[in-house]
């Protein structure tokens, strides 16, 4: 198993590029999730799934837009991108009750 | 909304000594306790859950403990080794599958 594979692992864009970090996993997990993690803020929701076809806001999902029409796959588009949204991305995954699984994350410059 | 905060924020201890990590949640309501660990540059492993019926949860040198109702966790590490070294991060899931993290405590283990 690949377990959570995040691709890119590093971007640069220019303000108000847009891009979509792909985020897959083969573990028929039900739950995925997008996190962004930023020197002393810590590990920050953006969106959740629970399953295909059903996506959720979380702490900080301004700027970002999520879709899941399969179980696998859960990309997150930034539509314009901003320098605010310089850091490093990680997606997740589990099953209900079970350890989250993550992938090594995106590290994404804007400048 | 649930907070979690991890004390202490950073750690330096010499290769041996056995230690303790803790983190604190605001709303006891929660489905399950996870800690991560996380190496530089790297996304976050699952080091140990522990479901809120439970009281603790051990897996070779590590013990974690739950305390639901005063809202604490502890991560005991037994016998440091350099190897230890990386940013511990705890994380509680609310029931709907929101996952909150704390901010995490460095270890740095010295030879």
């Known amino acids: 198993n690949a377990g959570v594979t995040q691709t890119p692992k590093f971007q640069v864009l220019k303000t108000g590029q847009s891009m979509t970090l792909q985020c897959a996993q083969d573990m028929n997990h039900e739950y995925m999730s997008w996190y962004r993690q930023d020197p002393g803020m810590g590990l920050r929701l953006i969106h959740y799934s629970v399953g295909a076809g059903i996506t959720d806001q979380g702490e900080v999902p301004n700027g970002y837009n999520v879709s899941r029409s399969t179980t696998e796959d859960f990309p997150l588009r930034l539509l314009s991108a901003a320098p605010s949204q310089t850091s490093v991305y990680f997606c997740a995954s589990s099953r209900g009750g079970s350890p989250l699984h993550f992938g090594n994350g995106t590290r994404l410059t804007v400048t | 909304k649930q907070e979690v905060t991890q004390i202490p924020a950073a750690l330096s201890v010499p290769e041996g000594e056995n230690l303790v990590l803790n983190c604190s949640f605001t709303d006891s309501a929660i489905y399950n306790l996870q800690w991560f660990r996380q190496d530089p540059g790297k996304g976050l492993t699952s080091l140990l859950l522990i479901q809120s019926s439970q009281r603790e949860q051990t897996s070779g040198r590590l013990n974690a403990s739950l305390d639901k109702s005063s809202g604490r966790s502890t991560l005991y590490i037994a016998a440091s080794q350099p190897g230890d070294s990386a940013t511990y991060l705890c994380?509680?899931?609310?029931?709907?599958?929101?996952?909150?993290f704390g901010p995490g405590t460095r270890l740095s283990v010295l030879p």
């Open positions: 994380a509680v899931e609310n029931y709907g599958q929101n996952f909150v």
